[in-house]
């Protein structure tokens, strides 16, 4: 019924399509405050 469990890898690359999006559509701001989150979680987590 469901698709797998998404994995961290997954999950990260979504992260940055969003980012990169956020950026592409002029949003540098939320973009900018994003990077950071996304890169202490990526460490944060084990890999």
């Known amino acids: 019924m ?11 690359h979504l992260y940055q399509l969003i980012i990169g999006q956020l950026l592409d559509e002029c949003y540098t701001n939320v973009s900018n405050s994003l990077i950071p989150e996304v890169k202490t979680y990526s460490h944060a987590s084990f890999i």
């Open 2 to 12: 469901f698709g797998p469990k998404p994995t961290l890898r997954d999950r990260q």
